[in-house]
């Protein structure tokens, strides 16, 4: 199955975003430089802390 990584997914847009496409059954990993408690699919991205990007990176297929 293909991930899409909505970054800023936690922001206005991103949020909105992520959820259009859950709601059609595409698999969503959400970024930004936020935890969301509860989201085992949030990952923590810092563009300005490269150790982020594997985990921001891992298993996504598409990217926004």
Do not use: K, W
């Given at each position: 199955?293909?991930?899409?990584?909505?970054?800023?997914?936690?922001?206005?847009?991103?949020?909105?975003v992520?959820?259009?496409?859950?709601?059609?059954?595409?698999?969503?990993?959400?970024?930004?430089?936020?935890?969301?408690?509860?989201?085992?699919?949030h990952?923590?991205?810092?563009?300005?802390?490269?150790?982020?990007?594997?985990?921001?990176?891992?298993?996504?297929?598409?990217?926004?």
């Open positions: 199955m293909r991930t899409v990584l909505v970054t800023g997914g936690t922001g206005t847009t991103g949020r909105r992520a959820a259009f496409l859950r709601a059609r059954g595409v698999a969503v990993r959400t970024a930004s430089r936020h935890p969301v408690a509860g989201d085992d699919q990952v923590i991205f810092d563009c300005e802390e490269p150790r982020s990007f594997r985990d921001y990176l891992l298993d996504a297929s598409t990217t926004n």
